[in-house]
């Protein structure tokens, strides 16, 4: 890539949500980069005064590197379009549809790919239809091995793995620590892959598939942001055809919710080399060890000139749609 324009450039990070350090973690490493790239960068924490900070100040783009609800529901974007203000990242509503996994999942299932079977659980239903007859109502219709997670949010929060239907409640009541809703799911065993995708102005591509290998065998939070609690392969110990098939599910699964310049596509490939379909990461990690930065990394580009051209595109894009 060509050296880039100095721009000025706020990256978001912090925020309130449980991901907050990780999105401190983020936001600094991505600032780093695009400082080392000779760009005017301005690490902020989004409190009240954020939108007239923003509004007096005009920055070229914003990158929000806000984990959590904070950055990923869908809010703070469509804030930034009513400011007019270019943004890295997916805008507003596929933002929203994205950060509910039960939405997701649906769209995802709608365009004929897989992903695991599952029932959606409002905590209130819980309540009000008796927990014991719903849980066990469940087990008769998934089998009980199941994954728990909250309906909303990341970084493995408030996920249970279980292999009894005696686990089953205590993870339930975990995942409504992080949430109103638990998604349950059935299980699909084999290797856990996350697909990052990019576009850098000539539409979206599959980044290698990195591997995850947690050492204790879930990839838990302290898996996810702790060195050498997981081992990474990149690209993932695939055959070229299963690795092939794993980047176009992943680019098909971002384009099917309507994602842009950057997101990162979870999937479990099954014994038989079948893509399953987890979740899709609007703002995906971009710590040390999250998976995005590792797949950019392996097709030789920095993470400086990526991060700068997706600010270039963000600003090209809102520029034409003006």
């Known amino acids: 890539m060509s050296e880039a324009t100095p721009l000025t450039v706020v990256v978001l990070a912090g925020g309130i949500s449980h991901e ?4 401190l973690r983020s936001g600094r490493r991505v600032a780093d980069s695009l400082a080392e790239r000779g760009h005017t960068v301005i690490l902020r924490d989004p409190d009240a005064s954020l939108l007239q900070f923003l509004d007096e100040t005009r920055p070229d783009v914003v990158w929000p590197a806000l984990h959590g609800a904070s950055g990923e529901d869908g809010a703070l974007r469509a804030l930034l379009d009513a400011l007019d203000i270019p ?15 039960p939405t997701a999942k649906v769209l995802v299932s709608r365009a004929g790919l897989q992903t695991p079977r599952s029932i959606t659980l409002p905590r209130d239903t819980f309540r009000e239809l008796g927990a014991t007859e719903v849980l066990a109502r469940v087990s008769a219709s998934l089998g009980t091995d199941l994954v728990v997670k909250p309906a909303q949010g990341g970084s493995a929060l ?56 947690p050492r204790l065998g879930v990839y838990s939070f302290e898996a996810r ?3 050498g609690e997981t081992r990474f392969f990149v690209p993932a110990r695939l055959d070229d055809e299963t690795s092939r098939l794993a980047g ?75």
């Open 20 to 23: 907050r350090d990780v999105s």
């Open 87 to 101: 943004y890295v990242g997916s805008s507003s509503d596929p933002s929203r549809l994205a950060w509910n996994k």
């Open 158 to 213: 408030g996920v249970g793995i279980i292999d009894s239907a005696d686990d089953l409640p205590r993870a339930v009541v975990d995942a409504y620590t992080y949430g109103e809703v638990a998604l349950i799911e059935q299980r699909v065993r084999g290797v856990e892959v996350s697909v990052g995708i990019l576009d850098l102005g000539e539409g979206p591509f599959a980044l290698p598939g990195v591997e995850i290998e």
């Open 225 to 227: 942001y702790n060195a």
């Open 248 to 322: 176009e599910t992943a680019l098909s699964i971002h384009e099917t919710i309507g994602l842009r310049h950057i997101s990162r596509i979870d999937l479990i490939i099954d014994d038989a080399g079948v893509p399953w379909f987890l979740e899709a990461n609007v703002l995906p990690g971009l710590t040390e060890t999250s998976m995005v930065p590792q797949g950019i990394l392996a097709t030789g580009r920095s993470l400086g000139e990526v991060y700068s051209r997706l600010s270039e595109v963000a600003i090209a894009e809102a520029t034409a749609g003006r």
